[in-house]
């Protein structure tokens, strides 16, 4: 308790302050990108972020933008007022961070515009970085952004993997450092934390590859039709709940109702028996359901970081995809399932 009650206190104070469902009913009944940011700034704890900003000419990528550095500024804040191997375990997140700049820049370098990437990264992520992102956007193509990794944890990552111009596959070089990313968050925080708080973030992180597992399953199976060794050499390690024998046999399904009858039998049933198109929502949300329930039984431990992390990226994710929803002119109705509804009231 005394470890963590100013980290508690301050995420609370954090927590308190995020979007809630009136805020989202709210944000639905808007019609344009200016209405979006004119309630934000006037209305939530976004104000301060978007002061200055004329919401009248604000356009979509603009605002994006902002809201992305506002979650950014308030990752920064937490690991500021972190100390010791705990504040070193939330270094991690800044791999994470580096790993989707990445895979932003080399979907820009596959269509030939990685010129036109553009991120204000922050000084404090930049010191924390490996990657020069400057360095890396004047890559000419796949050759010379390999050459521009040397001397990060990711040259070896890109230089195993084919990646001469024409072979150059994407899904498998966004596969790999997604696995990479799994083994860092898993050494680091059997290094850095305390016994108990390493069994509950292993617990969280069993939990995300097995689902991880059966998605990537399913879909390689439905839409890629991939050859089993290939699904095998993606799956992520570190699987708990769900046996090897039940994804060996999800491998080896031939049909739906096969993969239906296998998954019956696992814990994780519930979050594939929507529609595909959905799963990623059910998952995102049964996973800070689990977080939850720690902070709720245990809230003296790092979950309640990891807890509101989670949810300040699912409040970014829900705000984006209003905004989208908007640009393409869907009604409330449409854009609801996409969204997912937690804390502050929040439900599914």
Not at 101 to 112: A, D, H, I, N, T
Not at 191 to 211: I, R
Not at 322 to 341: Q, S, V
Request: one cysteine or more; glycine letters at 4%.
């Amino acid at each position: 308790m005394f470890k963590y009650s100013a980290s508690f206190a301050k995420v609370q104070a954090m927590s308190g302050k995020l979007l809630t469902n009136k805020d989202y009913d709210e944000l639905l009944g808007k019609s344009t990108v200016g209405e979006i940011a004119s309630y934000l700034k006037n209305n939530t704890h976004f104000s301060k972020d978007l002061q200055g900003v004329l919401e009248a000419d604000i356009h979509r990528g603009q605002l994006e933008e902002i809201l992305n550095e506002a979650k950014e500024r308030d990752f920064i804040k937490l690991i500021k007022f972190t100390r010791g191997n705990n504040k070193k375990f939330l270094l991690t997140y800044v791999l994470k961070y580096e790993i989707e700049l990445l895979k932003e820049m080399v979907r820009l370098l596959k269509s030939g515009l990685l010129y036109t990437f553009y991120h204000d990264v922050s000084k404090y992520y930049a010191d924390h970085m490996t990657i020069d992102v400057e360095k890396l956007t004047k890559s000419k193509d796949i050759t010379q952004f390999i050459e521009n990794l040397k001397g990060t944890p990711f040259y070896n990552i890109f230089s195993k993997l084919t990646l001469e111009k024409e072979d150059f596959n994407i899904f498998n070089v966004e596969m790999m450092l997604d696995i990479y990313y799994f083994k860092q968050f898993y050494q680091n925080s059997k290094k850095l934390l305390p016994k108990k708080d390493f069994m509950l973030t292993y617990g969280l992180l069993s939990k995300e590859a097995d689902v991880l597992n059966i998605m990537w399953i399913i879909r390689s199976k439905k839409y890629f039709n991939m050859p089993k060794e290939i699904i095998y050499s993606f799956l992520m390690p570190f699987g708990g709940k769900i046996k090897d024998r039940q994804i060996n046999a999800l491998v080896e399904a031939k049909s739906e109702s096969e993969i239906q009858e296998i998954l019956s039998k696992t814990p994780y049933y519930h979050i594939f028996q929507s529609e595909v198109l959905f799963t990623e929502q059910h998952f995102q949300k049964y996973l800070n359901d689990q977080k939850q329930k720690i902070v709720r039984l245990m809230p003296y431990c790092i979950v309640t970081i990891l807890s509101y992390i989670s949810r300040r990226e699912i409040e970014l994710a829900n705000i984006i995809k209003i905004i989208e929803g908007k640009r393409y002119k869907l009604g409330a109705d449409e854009i609801e399932p996409y969204l997912i509804r937690i804390g502050n009231g929040g439900a599914a």
